[in-house]
């Protein structure tokens, strides 16, 4: 039993991918920092590029592993504007939530 | 040179051009001489190219130019591109000869209007098109000119646009010539329809070789027809013309006797393997048609006392003699007398405008008299013209009149008496007009009296650049008949010229009773003419008999005025109805639609919170569904 349990299986890491994403989304929905949302993307993307890379262990296949440098890459290039745009919107406002940028509605 | 032809309606469309932009800065009359030389260069070309197609065997004389292609949509295919060959060369020698002319005569005639170098821009636009017109290597770059022509006529109808009636006049021919407009469009629709294509070339080629069927081919002569009546002033669409007579002289002359409202003559002519694949009767309706409209605008010049009203209705009634021509078969005379009118009626027009200049505006011929004394030049061409028109030989008019009646006569001797009865009125109204202008008592001395503040009412004669038209128009008046002389083949230059053209379908008369006697159909007409201005004399020269000049005669038999009622009373609501259904339904509905539209982003656009965590929220809640669908749909299907 002990044995079976301590030797993780691919739906153990897939189960950890959801339960991360899940949180990433929960994050992203409740929170209202603009710099813990952001973290909470990261949370999301890392949990699909787990769940890449169980899978491609799994089905042999290296296009998976491919696939998670691509998203690393851009979520770089995307934390980079991101965060650039936050700094300057600090410096404009002194507190700043999500809800406080609302100027672009219909 | 025939490779420039093109160059024929570009260089007046080029004077155009510089008048458009330069027009002010050059001023009077610096304006007028660049639009004159524009025209007299086209008419150079035009020259060049008669020349060398003269040398040219018959079979070989037609030639296109293509300038680009204008139209290629599936199985439309259509060139901007023109055609030289006899008939469209006769058209544009003596459109580009007369319009010199005229041109040159307006810089004497317009000096001194503030829209001067407008009228000339006009002017040269209308060239252009005419040409356009004639040169038109298929029906929809001769609907091009047409439209063209028309649109220039309403310009300069309404040239003096501060006057009401010339405003009113120009609105009247403009409307009234979309009636045969509409008529040419719906011609041009059935030969794509029923043959694919719009060159006159294949069209005829197609109504020759019998491929065209004989009611397509009745119904686009017929379609041509009424797009014909209108724009060369036919029963019952002649109403325009006598009031474009608002327009300036020379216009009345270029346009509305010499040039434009030949076209509808002219697009008969160039259709005649069509007119002769249709019905019998079509070319009877025609000739009859021709015929009325002749008899009928003869008798209401008789009784007209506006110089130009009679020259206007006399225009009318010979176009119904040109109509009556190509209805009889008769499309070289046709063309012979287009030409010969031309030449006498621009002569008669211009000789009223220098009486109207001399007499500082006044058009009332009971107001002039004894002219000839103080203008003597204008007195003796505008006499060499009313011997033209009046028949008297060996004037051009003389001439291209009998060669139409001889072919009316071998075709129906009915059309031949009313052809007959409107010579005899020919002559009779157009003596009447010289003697109250040129003759008589000087009956301006009393009109200055009345209007004495005016000062100074002499009549003088005009400047050298108008009286220098008049000479060398009459002297094309006198000769202009040599071109096709009832002697013979050797003299029948024009008709073995258009042979090419028209050789198809003109009438075989050489066989008839007419043709074997033709010398005393002459004999005949001399005499008509000689008993019209007799009689004219007798009533107003020598006033042995009271002139009878019934009211119902002097109103055009009161059929402008019943069209006048009808279209200003029932006409008027309908086209209100339809402008009402037009602005209620049609725009409503395409509004409608329009704020149908409007009021649901209105309401959509209210989802575009701002929020970012909205927008995540139903991202996420979208994925849900989504996923929700892919699990859900195998237990569901």
């Known amino acids: ?106 | 040179m025939l490779d420039l032809i093109w160059l024929i309606p570009v260089l007046p469309l080029a004077g155009a051009g510089i008048n458009l932009i330069l027009g002010r800065k050059l001023g009077d009359p610096r304006a007028g001489w660049v639009a004159t030389l524009a025209t007299a260069s086209s008419f150079l070309v035009t020259v060049l190219a008669y020349f060398e197609m003269l040398g040219l065997p018959a079979e070989e004389r037609s030639h296109v130019v293509k300038m680009f292609s204008w139209i290629r949509v599936g199985s439309l295919q259509v060139d901007l591109a023109v055609l030289a060959d006899p008939l469209s060369i006769v058209m544009a020698l003596f459109v580009t000869g007369i319009s010199t002319l005229i041109h040159l005569y307006a810089i004497g005639y317009m000096h001194g209007d503030a829209k001067f170098s407008k009228f000339f821009l006009y002017l040269n636009l209308f060239v252009f098109s005419m040409l356009m017109l004639v040169l038109g290597e298929n029906l929809l770059v001769t609907f091009l000119g047409w439209e063209g022509v028309g649109a220039c006529s309403y310009f300069l109808i309404s040239f003096w646009q501060t006057r009401n009636s010339a405003a009113v006049a120009g609105k009247k021919a403009f409307v009234t010539n979309r009636i045969g407009d509409f008529g040419v469009m719906a011609a041009m629709f059935l030969a794509f329809n029923s043959l694919g294509t719009l060159s006159y070339h294949a069209i005829n080629e197609s109504a020759h070789s019998g491929e065209l069927a004989a009611v397509t081919a009745t119904a686009i002569g017929l379609l041509l027809f009424v797009g014909a009546c209108g724009k060369s002033a036919q029963l019952p669409l002649y109403l325009w013309l006598p009031d474009a007579m608002e327009g300036p002289t020379p216009v009345s002359a270029l346009i509305h006797a010499a040039t434009m409202v030949t076209s509808g003559v002219f697009l008969m002519t160039r259709m005649n393997p069509v007119l002769h694949a249709s019905y019998d009767w079509v070319p009877t309706v025609i000739a009859v048609v021709g015929a009325a409209t002749a008899l009928y605008a003869a008798t209401i010049a008789v009784a007209q006392n506006d110089i130009k009203k009679v020259l206007a209705y006399s225009t009318v009634s010979q176009l119904g003699y040109m109509f009556l021509a190509v209805g009889s078969g008769a499309y070289v005379a046709a063309i012979f007398h287009m030409v010969t009118h031309a030449f006498f009626k621009a002569l008669l027009f211009l000789g009223s405008g220098s009486v109207i200049h001399g007499m500082h505006h006044e058009q009332d011929m009971r107001r002039m008299g004894a002219l000839r004394k103080v203008m003597p030049v204008t007195a003796f061409t505008f006499i060499i013209g009313w011997l033209a028109i009046a028949g008297v030989p060996p004037f051009a008019g003389f001439w291209s009149k009998d060669e139409i009646l001889l072919y009316v006569y071998a075709n129906n001797r009915g059309l031949y008496v009313v052809g007959l009865i409107t010579g005899l009125l020919t002559a009779f109204y157009m003596t009447r007009q010289v003697i109250m202008v040129f003759y008589g008592k000087a009956k301006w001395n009393d009109h200055s009296a009345e209007h004495g503040s005016h000062g100074d009412l002499t009549p003088h004669e005009s400047s050298w650049v108008m009286l220098t038209p008049l000479v060398v128009l009459s002297g094309l008046s006198i000769v202009g008949g040599a071109m096709q002389l009832p002697f013979g083949k050797d003299f029948n230059f024009l008709e073995r010229w258009l042979a090419p053209v028209v050789e198809e379908s003109e009438a075989h008369i050489h066989e008839t009773w007419a043709y074997q006697n033709k010398y005393l159909l002459l004999a005949v007409a001399i005499v008509v003419a000689i008993v019209g201005i007799a009689a004219s004399i007798v009533v107003y020269a020598k006033s042995w008999v009271k002139p009878i000049e019934p009211k119902v005669l002097e109103q055009a038999w009161y059929y402008d005025n019943a069209a006048s009622r009808l279209i200003a009373g029932p006409g008027a609501k309908t086209f209100n109805l339809i402008a009402w259904i037009d602005a209620t339904i049609v725009d409503g509905i395409v509004n409608g639609v329009g704020k149908l539209i409007r009021n649901i982003a209105t309401s959509l656009r209210r989802v575009q919170s701002g929020f970012v965590r909205a927008y995540a929220l139903l991202i996420s809640l979208g994925a849900v569904v989504i996923l929700a669908w892919f699990f859900l749909r195998g237990a569901l299907l």
């Open chain 1, 1 to 106: 039993m002990i044995g079976f349990a301590l030797a993780p299986t691919a739906s153990w890491y897939l189960v950890l991918s959801a339960v991360l994403f899940g949180i990433g989304t929960f994050g992203v929905l409740i929170r209202r920092n603009p710099l813990v949302m952001f973290m909470c993307i990261e949370l999301m993307l890392n949990a699909v590029n787990l769940s890449f890379v169980t899978l491609a262990r799994q089905l042999n296949d290296i296009n998976g592993q491919t696939i998670v440098f691509f998203v690393m890459v851009v979520a770089a290039a995307e934390v980079v504007v991101g965060l650039g745009i936050i700094v300057a919107i600090m410096r404009n406002r002194s507190s700043v939530t999500a809800d406080d940028l609302a100027e672009l509605k219909g």
